[in-house]
């Protein structure tokens, strides 16, 4: 079944494949390995008005069936990304989709306005959920009229179509797709990590210092099938599935839960060739459906 | 040139209780590029989990083979000393910096597990002595062909003590560079007693708990010397002993 193609945003691909936030950096690395055959598009790191350390280590921990991470945002600002990061990444040979954080939603706008002056994003991912920072995080992107007026803010500076990254962790999801969608959003992500946590029941020790931790883990698919389905009953705009993914298979069991295109993250972290391996693996699953 | 590539377990043997050395079968371009002090990333199980892939230090690399030398932590190397002979297995690599080959002796401070790496360093340096610290003399990893001094917790093997004690029996004035590896408390108290201009030679071997292991996921920070964070994998493994925050690193 070759020949067959995915779509977002007016742009035709040939996989249904987008690199999650957080794991593929701005995909340079990838580029330099060679990775980036059969991916759609990758979505790079959150960015920030202001340069970010991120929190302190440990930022991972294993558990039996996944992995927590705090990396808390880690990333040079803006300024650097528009001014340094950005030229090297206008060489990638697939779009990039620009990740952006704020604390208020002022400044998720102050980050898009900046980026707007360079060539390179293809558009936008609002990342209104990341669990592992005290402002801007869960609780802000619980709140559907919070979500609406990121939207709605971010909508008036952009040029450029944006997602919505949801949280699963308080509030409604629908709900709050919904107020992306009323705001203008061009699609939303379903969704960011699941708020987690690890003890050693013999210490009492909890490793990651803000305690809490985003979990991941290829177990976390139904959740997000789940998600995607209650999502697409109530809006229309494409839908991004991301978690649980490591499989072909998994891939098109999102897309028959009705998202657009399918993000893979943790996976990617083991598999840098994710992209290559699952769109061929779909592509052959989809042959052999076909008589 | 990085590559996932399909490596064979080609020998398996427990160095002592807990320790094992794998040798996996390795191309030609692997084995040029995996210099002493980088690592390979290994996929444990083609099953989900263990989820992400463990890093190891180039122990040894040959004709046709290279090694990793580890302890059993946890499930990941658990699992791992457990594969038997003809076992297929993942590896990400060559990964990461290694050391600088720079000209002039070499001194070798290694605490347990950190010496993995020294074999393959040694062979291609100006190698004049390895301090060696363990808890027991079944954790020394010395290394054949090289005038190793060793120390043990438990005085099972060598004199009894820190790695640290061997510190100053050291004539300073006889080496140019020093190669540092092993648990980061062990490393912390190194560091404090090394002589500046020693310290400015001083080039240390990290670990941290790693994610992708190609530089993206920022999972295995170190704090560094000069603000913010060092990425283990790919500002390092090997980085200058001064480019790391000693007092704010906590280690694995």
Known sequence: ?291 | MTLDRETLVLEREELSPGIFRLTLSAEEDFLREAGPGRFVQVEVSPEPFPLVRRPFTVNRADAGSFRIVFEVKGRGTDKLSRLSEGTRLRVLGPLGRGYRMLPGRWLLIGGGMGAAGFPCLAERIDCGLILLGASSGSRLLEVGGFSNMCITEDGSSGARGLVTDLLDRVRWDDFFNVALCGPVAMMKAVVRRLPDAILEATQVSAEARMGCGWGACEGCSIPASGGGYLKCCSDGPVVPAASIDWDLWEGV
């Open chain 1, 1 to 291: 079944m070759t020949g067959r193609t995915w779509s977002l945003w007016s742009r035709e691909f040939d996989s249904p494949l987008l690199l999650a936030s957080g794991t593929a950096g701005f995909g340079l690395e990838l580029m330099e390995m060679g990775c980036l055959e059969g991916v759609a598009a990758v979505i790079s790191k959150a960015t920030t008005l202001r340069p970010r350390k991120g929190n302190p280590p440990p930022r991972i921990v294993e558990t039996r069936f996944g992995l927590l991470n705090s990396v808390g945002l880690a990333n040079p600002g803006v300024e650097d990304v528009v001014t340094r990061v950005l030229p090297e990444a206008s060489a990638l040979p697939v779009p990039l989709i620009v990740n952006v954080a704020g604390e208020t939603v002022q400044e998720f706008a102050s980050v898009v306005e900046r980026l707007e002056t360079s060539p390179v994003p293809f558009g936008y991912e609002i990342n209104v959920s990341c669990p592992n920072v005290s402002e801007g995080g869960v609780a802000f992107g619980a709140s559907p009229s919070t979500v609406e007026r990121v939207s709605r803010l971010v909508g008036q500076t952009s040029s450029r179509p944006f997602s919505v990254k949801l949280t699963p962790n308080e509030g409604s999801i629908t709900e709050s797709a919904l107020a992306a969608q009323e705001g203008g959003a061009g699609a939303v992500t379903v969704c960011n990590t699941f708020l987690g946590m690890t003890v050693d029941w013999r210490t009492g020790l909890i490793p990651l210092e803000r305690k809490v931790g985003g979990y991941s883990s290829p177990a976390l698919l139904p959740l997000t099938v789940a998600r995607v389905h209650l999502t697409c009953q109530v809006v229309d705009i494409p839908v991004l599935a991301s978690g649980g993914v490591s499989r072909p298979e998994d891939v098109l069991e999102l897309l028959a839960a009705g998202a657009s295109m399918v993000q893979v993250g943790t996976w990617l972290m083991r598999r840098p060739w994710s992209g290559t391996e699952l769109r061929d693996g779909i592509l052959e699953l989809l042959e052999n459906l076909s008589p």
